[in-house]
């Protein structure tokens, strides 16, 4: 079985969000479109709830699992968490959005237990401009690269968020760094979601230039169908990809995915709070896994690329 929109997108991709918290405190954090000023800690999903909402999406065609946060790795039942999902039948990938602090002394019971690869936030190897920018010690955060690297998490993705005036001019020394560590480099386009619009056109620098520098000395370029049609940039000994921001035709028309907020609410698009469908509350009524199964029927039928709105 697999769920389509009505305008005839797939439903492939489930992130859920374990977690609200983090240890780290980017003012660019989007944080999965979630409502920065409610308080979820009381209906943070146990281990066996985050299972069973996995369960059922796989059973509906859902292929591939990200698990975010907040910072994912915050829960002391991390490893609990991915051995339940990575082995449910006809997953075939289960994933993992960090800031990469948190890693490197779990890195190879990650992979053990099942996760097969996760993207880490680094918006700069400069470790002034990385404390700035985070809060955190660019240290810990390179420290759990080589670990994710070494532990055989692949692909290990570099998540850079290009900020005008702040890091634009280091993308050339995080191709380097890539390259060398064996990582996949991701530059983002700054997203208005959960940000001022004071901050938003101070830092929003639109990607195009970097595109253009990418196309002339790659050996190959590539679309991601059902990744938003993204383009990957191969140049020699290292792949660049780049992420457009959500309000253009592309990320819209090919979205295939849908979202667990850490309250246990069905979120069909990061750019609003109005259409959310709570999955925990039945749940924890004890609905059963029809009952269940319909919530996310109707969630993704909620969904519509945002740009159309």
């Known amino acids: 079985m697999m769920l389509k929109d009505l305008y005839g997108r797939p439903l492939l991709n489930l992130r859920i969000a374990l977690t609200k918290p983090c240890n780290l405190h980017c003012s660019y954090c989007h944080g999965e479109g979630e409502d920065r000023n409610t308080e979820t800690s009381a209906l943070e999903m146990t281990c066996e709830e985050i299972v069973r909402i996995c369960r059922i999406a796989v059973g509906l065609g859902v292929s591939r699992v990200k698990l975010t946060g907040g910072e994912p790795l915050l829960r002391k039942d991390i490893l609990q968490i991915v051995k339940g999902i990575a082995s449910l039948p006809g997953l075939e990938e289960l994933s993992m959005t960090t800031n990469g602090t948190l890693i490197a002394p779990i890195a190879k019971e990650l992979c053990a237990n099942g996760l097969k690869r996760v993207n880490i936030s680094l918006p700069t190897i400069d470790g002034e401009t990385y404390c700035k920018l985070t809060g955190g010690r660019l240290e810990d955060v390179l420290e759990g690269v ?81 990744m938003q049609n993204r383009r990957i940039y191969h140049l020699p000994g290292v792949k660049v990809e780049i992420v457009q921001p959500i309000e253009n035709t592309d990320f819209c028309q090919n979205c295939t995915r849908l979202r667990v907020t850490s309250d246990g609410k069905l979120k069909p698009c990061l750019m609003r709070n109005d259409n959310t469908v709570d999955i925990l509350t039945p749940m924890r009524k004890g609905a059963k896994d029809e009952e269940l199964m319909a919530l996310f029927k109707l969630a993704n039928q909620k969904r519509q690329p945002y740009n159309k709105l």
Do not use: C, W
Not at 164 to 193: H, K, W
């Open 146 to 226: 080589k670990a994710a690297v070494d532990a055989g998490l692949n692909p290990v993705k570099l998540n850079m968020l290009i900020l005008r005036g702040v890091n634009d001019y280091q993308v050339p020394q995080m191709i380097d760094f890539a390259r060398e560590t064996g990582a996949i480099l991701q530059l983002i386009e700054l997203e208005s979601v959960n940000i001022s619009s004071e901050y938003y056109s101070t830092y929003h620098k639109p990607l195009g230039e970097y595109e253009e520098m990418l196309r002339q000395k790659a050996l190959k370029v590539e679309n991601r169908r059902f």
